[in-house]
């Protein structure tokens, strides 16, 4: 049986585990640390939420979310930036569990909408969320600035 839970600090190595596996994926490098995940898990000013997915006492993924807002609506909103299923418990329900605990999550945070980005390659994801009733949204120009 599935079960999802808020992450504990205790879970940071389990996480980075995740983290690192999927920026592999994705051909980036990650350099997140134990420190950084306590900082913004944890810390002061929690910077994001983490929940995570177990059977009996192995995890077995995790999603990662972040808050959004549309201000001139009054809306919160919620990002699912990371669903991470371990390799060997795809397709075993993991991933449902934690995007339906994620949606949960962020109605109890007052959240009314939920928002996932895929890469633009990875159909199997764009599928999934398709599946789960996600709907497209249309690709909008988007600007960065490192401070």
Not at 49 to 71: C, D, F, K, N, R
């Amino acid at each position: 049986m599935i079960t999802t839970r808020p992450a504990a600090p205790s879970d940071i190595p389990a996480l980075l585990v995740g983290i690192t596996q999927l920026a592999t994926h994705h051909g980036d490098t990650a350099t997140a640390t134990a420190e950084t995940l306590a900082r913004d898990l944890f810390g002061p000013l929690p910077w994001m939420h983490a929940l995570m997915a177990e059977t009996g006492q192995s995890v077995t993924g995790y999603a990662i979310l972040l808050p959004l807002a549309q201000l001139q609506f009054g809306k919160r909103g919620m990002d699912l930036h990371h669903l991470f299923t371990w390799p060997e418990h795809r397709k075993t329900g993991t991933g449902r569990a934690l995007l339906l605990a994620a949606q949960a999550y962020a109605r109890d945070l007052g959240c009314t909408y939920m928002t996932v980005g895929t890469h633009p390659d990875n159909t199997d994801a764009q599928a999934y969320y398709l599946r789960h009733g996600f709907t497209p949204r249309a690709p909008s120009p988007r600007f960065a600035l490192m401070l």
